[in-house]
């Protein structure tokens, strides 16, 4: 057995944070991740095996359906002792548990929007909102947008008027870093007046 | 979507389960382990037999890494990992990283720091 010598008596601490990237099919989930990313790993996971879990402890494993779902995974060191990690929605199923799992502590949401079909992001919209988790809206496109574009979206989804709305190109870095710290500022305004109430919160 | 490693791990319909060989046919972990659980492998005493996935996932964890990171790395889904894990979990041969209660959103100080952080990328 060789010897391991990497960690000392204190295991590290390290923080965390986690940010959703949800929207449909074609939005650019992957190029986004891809954009930002320091890996590039594409998971895969056995959606109704979790979706089981506490909720029909009778059903037995052999009736079980399994659905493979894959989703996209990214990470930004910003730290040394900080990880942002991100984490793409798997297909267009809000209803999926894994969207629990991911939504579960994470600092907010991107919820990315390509114009021709926009329809694609209600789920998601009305997905986040449920969950009162801090979303703000990316839309996705190679040239600037006019400000009446983004303004035609958030009208075409019903968007409450504290749900920002910004322009991006998913391919680009800079582009997508802008979103993030966005995502990251929505969530600082969104935040409760007093630390201590967001302690007991479901989230 | 089903991506370019899911064939390869799940493969088509019947052969969903081979991936839970590894696991004995446990379909659960033991810990309540997320996608984004920071492991870190932990110093074991040398008689201790981990396997060779035991020790391939130590190896992984030299470095923390997230639960996501660690299935990628070992080629499967993302519960078997979760499973392997726990196994090690139990013998102390990895440790949870983290600082916070991974179901609490991110406090004030955390989200300022993250946006120090990307700004200065």
Request: proline share 6%; charged share 20%.
């Amino acid at each position: 057995m060789s010897a391991y010598t990497t960690c000392e008596a204190a295991p590290p601490r390290l923080r965390k944070i986690k940010i959703v990237i949800a929207g449909g099919f074609g939005t650019g989930k992957t190029t986004l991740v891809g954009a930002v990313s320091e890996v590039r790993p594409l998971l895969t996971e056995a959606a109704m095996t979790q979706a089981s879990e506490g909720v029909d402890a009778l059903v037995g494993v052999e009736s079980k359906k399994t659905t493979t779902v894959a989703m996209d995974f990214g990470r930004i060191t910003l730290h040394p002792e900080i990880i942002l990690m991100l984490f793409g929605t798997p297909g267009q199923d809000r209803f999926n548990n894994i969207w629990d799992d991911l939504s579960r502590g994470a600092a907010g949401a991107v919820v990315l929007v390509d114009t021709r079909r926009l329809e694609d992001a209600f789920d998601a919209v009305a997905y986040f909102e449920a969950q009162q988790l801090p979303f703000l809206i990316a839309v996705n496109q190679f040239d600037r947008a006019p400000r009446y574009l983004l303004d035609e979206v958030r009208e075409a989804l019903r968007l409450d008027a504290s749900v920002p709305v910004v322009a991006c190109d998913a391919r680009d870095r800079r582009s997508v870093l802008e979103v993030l710290k966005d995502v990251v500022r929505h969530a600082l305004y969104r935040l409760p007046a007093s630390p201590h109430t967001v302690l007991g919160a479901r989230t | 979507m089903v991506g370019p490693y899911s064939d390869a791990v799940i493969g088509a319909g019947g052969a969903r389960l081979r991936p839970y060989a590894l696991t004995g046919g446990r379909t659960r972990s033991d810990y309540p382990l997320q996608l984004d659980t920071l492991l870190a492998a932990h110093p074991v005493p040398a008689d201790i037999d981990l396997g060779p996935e035991g020790e391939r996932i130590r190896l992984l964890c030299a470095t923390p890494q997230p639960v996501a990171e660690l299935a990628f790395h070992l080629g499967q889904p993302v519960q078997v990992a979760k499973i392997l894990a726990s196994d090690l979990l139990h013998v102390q041969a990895l440790v949870i990283a983290e600082h916070h209660d991974a179901s609490h959103r991110p406090d004030r100080e955390l989200l300022e720091a993250v946006l120090v952080g990307l700004h200065n990328l």
